[in-house]
Structure formats: C-alpha cells, structure tokens
C-alpha cells in the first residue's frame, strides 16, 4: 500500500457500507440467516453428530453444506478455487493467509500431504502479491499424543524419536521455505498441555530464519495466565540471541476444554479468572510489542473491537506509518468485516484467514469456528447487528 493511501481515512467500526461492500444483497441475506442458525446453541452442538453421520452413509448434504456455511467461511477447496476469494478481498486493501484446514488426522501420509500442500501454498504466495503469510497448525504435521509426551517430558520410544524428528523436518520445510521465498509464517496455538513443545520447536525456527527479519511468528494466546511473560521472555531471549521475535497475538480458543481438563485433573487452570483479566493482558502485550516494533513483528488476531481501535489509536499516537511492515491486523474470513475492511480502508495493514480444502475435510474446522462462535460473548448477535444494519440502509427486507 503506498504512502498516500496510508493516511487516507479515519477509522469507524460502525460503517456498514464499507464493511459489507463485497456483498451482494443475496449474499447478505445468505448471511443473516447462517448467523441466526449459528446462534442457536443447540443447533451447533447437535448439527456435527448429524452432519457427520449424513456424510459418512453417503446422504447428498455435501452442496447444501457447500452453498452456506462452507462458502462463507472458506475460500475453495483447493488454492486455484480460492482465487476470485482473494481477490475480492485484494479489491478492497486486504491481504490473504490461505490456511489449508484439514483437522482430525492422524497419519504420517496424511502429515506428508499436509506438509507439501502448505508448501504449494507459499509457491503460490511467491507469485501472488495479496499473500504475505502462510500458516500452519502444529497438529496437522504430527500426532497430537506424540507433541503431548513430548511436553510431558516422557521419554520416548526409538520409533516416536524418529517421528518427532520428522515432524520438526515438516516444520523445518515449511519454515525454510517462507524464509527463501520472503513470505512470513504464522505458527498456530494448540491446547497448554503441548503448547510448550510447540513453543521449543518455534523458538528454534525463528533463532534459524529471523535473523534479519520476522519471518516465523509464534502464537501467544492471552487468555493464559502465563503468556504475557512468555511473550516478554522469549522477546529478551530474541534480543540476547540476535534474531527478531515474530508474535500472533490472540485471545485463545480452546477455555471450555482447558478449564474442564483442569478440573477434571485437579491442576489449576492456566486460563485467566475473567474477560477483564484477559482483556488487560491482550493490550499490555500489543504496548510490549508496539515499544519494541523495530525488533517485533506483530499480528494482532483479534475480533475485539476494544483492542482493534486501541492498536490502531496507538499506531497513529506514536506516529507509526499505519502500514508498518511490523504491523498487521487479522480476522477470519466470514467474520468481523466491519473490523476488517474499516481497518483497511483507514490505511492500516489488514489480512483475512482464508480456510480452504475438500468440503468434508474441513468440516471439523467449520464446526469448530461455529461453536466458538457462540461461545464468545455478544460475537453472533454483533454480526447479526451490522448486517441488520446494511440491510436497512440498502433498503432491504428483514
């Protein structure tokens, strides 16, 4: 984005225009109605047992799930079929992160394939300048139990030795290659109980490509109670060690599941006691990172209006250039577009999740975004709102 672009605009969360320009008036209808479907608890904890069973006796549901919640939350199944996504996206001054979400495997072909898929995937990013980073989940590259001995510290078997050796060489791969081809690398956040192997692994990775640039970002997510200071550490190991700190910052995901294994083990839980705890934490680490940005690089994964307009305001307060290389902003595709295309319409550097792959593949996936979905306070009904909101002002019927 150029420099004349950057100041181009003040910043309002509350323009529906902008925020819903690249819809249609079908498409918007399409979206009310998936909204107050994913509003329905019940709906979100039935529907995969069922969507499920449809697909695995062969029930031609596949379209159906294709043409609504696949089509708004997804990009295409395959990289080509998300080309006109990402443009559209391009349209209106916001990047790509192609995420190839197949989730719930577990073999090493199935890693293999996963692994040189994401490799296809920053081939392409080489030749598309609407995608700056590629992303990866640890647990699509290797088996889940095998990262949570690991974390454990359990000693390992000499066949598991060779199969962590060879998730750190799918790991590797990827890294290498995002650092070769100048694409920065997003590494994503799992559960407590393996995040800390995750954590070695992408200290290493960025000790061996951030030398000279964040390239590899680590996730940190801050509804932890722990990983505020584990951003602040691993910046002073960054600084000792003469490399630059990648940091994805995010609230986090998995709270119901973490604070039940906590539970149920009688161990505290490492998630935060409220929102305000987790709220303060999330804007004391965009401060940590905003005072060392020439050092960090920084992606704010947020939906939260409050943090979006503090980073902003903050950016702006320290006569930052709103395009910072340092700096980005990120949401999901299908979610938060007041936030995104507001964002990047006042100049500052915004990309959008693009989840694509095989329809049935990416069903955990989807089903996992529509149950956070509810889960996170006021997120459904603050969607439902806006586009209410354009509704009227297109002059369109409820």
Request: proline letters at 4%; hydrophobic letters at 35%.
């Amino acid at each position: 984005m150029s420099q004349q672009t950057e100041q181009r605009g003040s910043l309002s969360f509350e323009n529906t225009e902008i925020a819903f320009r690249g819809k249609s008036n079908r498409d918007l209808d399409k979206a009310y109605w998936l909204f107050k479907i994913i509003g329905s608890n019940l709906l979100t904890k039935v529907g995969p047992p069922i969507t499920n069973f449809a697909l695995h006796i062969g029930l031609p549901i596949t379209g159906l799930i294709r043409n609504t919640i696949f089509n708004h939350f997804c990009g295409g199944e395959t990289i080509e079929g998300c080309i006109t996504a990402i443009n559209r996206l391009a349209d209106q001054h916001v990047e790509t992160i192609l995420d190839y979400s197949v989730e719930g495997e577990d073999a090493e072909p199935v890693f293999d394939e996963t692994c040189n898929e994401i490799l296809r995937t920053i081939e392409y990013a080489q030749r598309n300048p609407h995608i700056s980073f590629s992303v990866f989940k640890p647990t699509g590259l290797g088996r889940f139990a095998l990262f949570e001995k690991v974390n454990a510290k359990i000693p390992l078997s000499e066949n598991e030795e060779q199969e962590y050796i060879r998730i750190k060489h799918r790991i590797d791969r990827i890294c290498k290659a995002c650092h070769n081809g100048n694409i920065r690398v997003l590494i994503d956040a799992e559960h407590s109980w393996i995040q800390d192997a995750i954590d070695d692994i992408a200290r290493d990775m960025m000790r061996a490509y951030n030398r000279a640039a964040p390239v590899v970002y680590n996730t940190y997510q801050l509804y932890r109670t722990d990983k505020l200071a584990s951003l602040q550490a691993d910046y002073y190991l960054a600084e000792t060690d003469g490399f630059f700190l990648g940091a994805k910052l995010v609230r986090g995901a998995y709270m119901e599941i973490e604070r039940e294994r906590a539970e149920e083990r009688g161990y505290i839980s490492p998630i935060q006691p409220n929102k305000e705890a987790t709220d303060r934490d999330y804007n004391l680490a965009v401060r940590f990172c905003l005072d060392r940005i020439n050092r960090i690089g920084m992606m704010a994964g947020t939906h939260n209006e409050s943090s979006c307009r503090l980073l902003a305001e903050e950016i702006d307060n320290r006569q930052l250039s709103r395009n910072h290389p340092n700096i980005h902003f990120a949401q999901l595709l299908g979610m938060s577009d007041n936030l995104s295309f507001n964002l990047a319409e006042a100049g500052y550097q915004v990309a959008k999740y693009m989840p694509y792959g095989p329809v049935k593949a990416v069903m955990p996936y989807l089903f996992r975004r529509a149950q956070e979905n509810t889960s996170v306070a006021g997120q459904t009904g603050r969607e439902l709102s806006l586009i209410t909101k354009e509704k009227k002002r297109r002059k369109l019927s409820k």
